[in-house]
Structure formats: structure tokens, C-alpha cells
């Protein structure tokens, strides 16, 4: 499998050191850390979600990431219904976790969402990006009551997003805090520009059982892209909401709207009285 190939190859030959800026930014984040050396910050600091880790985090982190690959390896079929969009991929626009602050729904309404992250970060991507999975086709009832620790109610019962397919780089039950690609530092994004930004699992034991799975926490999606767009339904009851829809109907993928009770998804086919 030449995907398989090309991220166990990334995996072991990325390897960023924390530059003296990086040091500076430790420091000032977390006061615990000033009276540390930087030999020390450099070898054991790991503030996974900011980007800031040091080697010997690195190198954990590099390790349960190549055990995943093993297991990726010896199951194609779990790899293809990622890849082919066999399986629901949500990467939510609206969600707001620890180190991203997305959107507030309740607040003000951007018109153009969608355009404008596409803008942003492109219709498909080799940087790695955090969603969440179900086992179950676009359309059909996701379960996720059955499966959610958090992440998944957040993302079913509120907002809007993309459905994407990829590469499942990690499938985690929990999440794993990993990188936040809009709070990471310059120089780590100008290190991966050429191979795609990364993020990083800790152990291979957070992972999902590709055999026996219902949904996925945080799932690391490389090589990804665009198949979809969802919009919970309460966005379809006010006028205000309308260039919102619009929006996503520009963007030349199937729009669909969810039921924030169950989470599934219907394809809409106009905006009015749908």
C-alpha cells in the first residue's frame, strides 16, 4: 500500500528540535518550566496540543504511531472505507477545544464559512487534521450516543462542518489532545511544509479496535478531502441563516442537513420549505 509507505516514512524521518523561540514561548505559557534548563525543556517538555514537545516525546510519540501503521497494514479493508468515504468523517467548524477557539455559533455569523476556510486550507490537504468517525455511512444513524465521551456530541448535536475521506493516521476512543494546527508556532508548519503538518498519537492502546469499532473520539485524517458539507437543522428555521446555506451550496459538494437529535443526515435539495 503506497500510502501506508509514504506516512511510515514520514513518521520516522520528521524530527523538529525547539528552537530558542520555542523556549521562550514555554516559559511564558507554563511558569513551572522557567527554572528548567533548556537541555532539560528540550529533551523532556510535552505540551502536545500547542506543538512544544521535546525529544523524548517525540520519540513516544513516534512509536505508537508506527504500531498503529503495523496495524493499518494488516487491515486494508478498515484503511479503504476511510479512504473511499465509506464511513463518516465530520471535521467540525464550530467545535472549540482547549487550544481551538472556533467560531462561536451564538455569536456573530460569518456569511461565508465554508469558502473561507477552503480558502484557508484548500478543498484536500496532506496536513493532518483532527475529526471525528462513525462506523456508518453518510446517511445513516451514527450511534454516537452509544460512543460519545465529548467530542462526538459536540459535534452531532451543534454547528457545522465538512465530511471528508482519508487516510486514518490514528483512530482514537478518547481525545488525545494532539496538535492544534492554528495554535502550533511558524516554524514547526515552515518544518512539515513540504511533507504536511503532523499530529501525533501517545500509545498505540488509545487506539480503536479496527475489528469491532461503533466511532472514533479523534481521528487523525492525513491526505484528506472535501466530500461533503453538514449543517445542523436548526440552521434551516430562520432567514438569517439563509447566505449560511448558500454558502455551502457554492461549494459544489453535497450539502446535508443533520438531526440534531440523532445525528443523522439528509441530503437537502433546496433551502426553502426543505
Known sequence: MKYLRQYIRQIFLENYELTDRDLVAVRAEYPKY???????????????????????????????MGDWHEIMRQ??????????????ILHSLTYSGTYSNKE???????????????????????????????????????????????????????????????????AAETDMMTQTLSAIPDTLKDFHKHSGLVKRAQSVTQGINPDDWEGTEELILDNWEIIGIYIADYYFKYDEYYPLVKDAESIGVPVYKMNTVDGTMKAIRRYIGD
Not at 537541555?39 to 506543538?51: A, F
Not at 465521551?149 to 482519508?166: C, D, I, P
Request: proline share 4%; charged share 30%.
Open 34 to 64: 522557567r527554572s528548567w534548563s533548556d537541555e532539560r525543556i528540550r529533551k523532556e517538555v510535552d505540551l502536545t496540543g500547542l506543538g512544544l514537545q521535546g525529544t523524548d516525546a517525540i520519540a513516544r510519540d513516534k512509536e505508537a
Open 75 to 88: 487491515n486494508p479493508d478498515f484503511v479503504k472505507d476511510f479512504m473511499q468515504g465509506r464511513v463518516q
Open 104 to 170: 462561536d455559533m451564538h455569536g456573530r455569523l460569518p456569511k461565508q464559512p465554508f469558502t473561507q476556510w477552503i480558502n484557508k486550507f484548500g478543498r484536500r490537504s496532506r496536513d493532518q487534521i483532527s475529526c471525528i468517525a462513525a462506523n456508518a455511512a453518510i446517511g445513516e444513524d451514527p450511534k454516537f450516543w452509544n460512543w460519545d465521551q465529548g467530542n462526538a456530541q459536540s459535534v452531532y448535536t451543534e454547528g457545522y462542518g465538512f465530511l471528508m475521506k482519508g487516510y486514518p493516521a490514528f
